[in-house]
């Protein structure tokens, strides 16, 4: 795979899942509220989309390894990557009860994360555990602070 495609999948990938949980758990604690969580997705899955395209660009042309054309794809992917996995998420939270829109997101989110970790742990020969575990560790993590948050935002601002 091109470097730059590789770049906007990586980034993409891992940055829409992790932020899009975070997002959909946070907000479920806090309001409960589907139109709430189908709103801020869409407009994440917008303009975090752009924001981590620029910073791929940014941080890509800081390189001075890369042509105008690599760079650009690496923008284009990341884009690309990070909306399409970002709106990934409104299937269960628009067709599922809330609560089991949470749960199938976060499987769908492990799922996501872990196929990807077993192709890079298969490029860098690597041990699959190690890679899955250190991702999967992250993302529970991820879950466990933004659900907290949106528990403590909940009772705080009722």
Known sequence: MKHSLKTGLSFGLSSGVITTLGLIIGLHASTNSRSVIVGAIIIMAISDAFSDAM????????????????????????????????????IPVLFLNLFSAIVVSIMWGVFLLTIFSLYLAKEQKVSPKEVILEHLVIILVVITLTHNVGLWMGRFFK
């Open 55 to 90: 910073g791929i660009h940014f941080s890509e042309e800081s390189e001075n390894k890369h042509c105008k054309r690599e760079i650009w794809e690496s923008t284009g992917a990341t884009f690309l990557c990070k909306f399409i996995f970002a709106m990934s998420f409104l």
